[in-house]
């Protein structure tokens, strides 16, 4: 195995925890939270995908 990318776990950490936000948000029957925690979730699996990407063309994963 090689060295661990703290970089992705950060990100799959954040995308979880968007992931159980939205979660939390339908038990309170709160839209704003939802839409909120579904923006963030977005935006986190985006730049973890452009930052995996980044690292391929470097050639460093």
């Given at each position: 195995m090689k060295n661990?990318?703290?970089i992705?776990?950060?990100y799959a950490i954040a995308a979880v925890?968007?992931?159980c936000a939205i979660g939390v948000?339908?038990?309170m029957s709160s839209p704003t939270i939802a839409i909120i925690a579904i923006?963030?979730?977005i935006?986190?699996?985006g730049n973890g995908?452009?930052?995996k990407?980044?690292?391929r063309e470097q050639g460093l994963l």
């Open positions: 661990i990318k703290w992705f776990v950060f925890a968007s992931m948000a339908v038990g923006v963030a979730l935006l986190i699996m995908f452009k930052t990407k980044k690292y």
